[in-house]
């Protein structure tokens, strides 16, 4: 399969592999036929609010989408970073909202230990993490 260049082209496969058409989409996140199309065309570059719509309803990560739309840097990620975020993206037992906690929750702990290394503490363990 060809590389993926932009947004709409993500978002299409998305669309596709979820065996959507365009106006099933549109309809379960609540924009129009048209605009829908011409964000998967290029035409359109849509607001976060949209993506997180149109996540919804794909049933994937806002994140995923944010970070394809370049709202949301990739940048400083691990592997494990992202393989950990494909699994919960992936996971059909979860719903959307669970996703987005567990997504949320994954976050807050790394961001709570980049600053902790940056202040040249190591993360808090607790006896149960050594166990």
Same mark, same amino acid.
């Given at each position: 399969m060809a590389g993926i260049t932009g947004i709409g082209d993500y978002i299409r496969e998305q669309r596709d592999q979820a065996q959507m058409s365009v106006r099933q989409l549109a309809a379960a996140a609540g924009v129009s036929n048209p605009y829908l199309s011409q964000i998967e065309r290029g035409l359109r570059k849509p607001s976060a609010e949209? %993506? /997180?719509r149109l996540a919804g309803a794909l049933r994937i990560s806002a994140e995923? %989408?944010?970070v394809q739309a370049g709202i949301l840097s990739d940048e400083g990620r691990t592997e494990a970073d992202r393989d950990v975020v494909a699994a919960i993206t992936a996971d059909e037992g979860l719903t959307e909202a669970q996703r987005r906690t567990l997504l949320d929750i994954y976050q /807050?702990?790394?961001a709570e230990n980049r600053v902790a290394s940056k202040d040249g503490e190591t993360p808090h363990r607790t006896e149960e993490d050594t166990a």
């Open positions: 949209i %993506l /997180a995923s %989408l944010y /807050a702990f790394q």
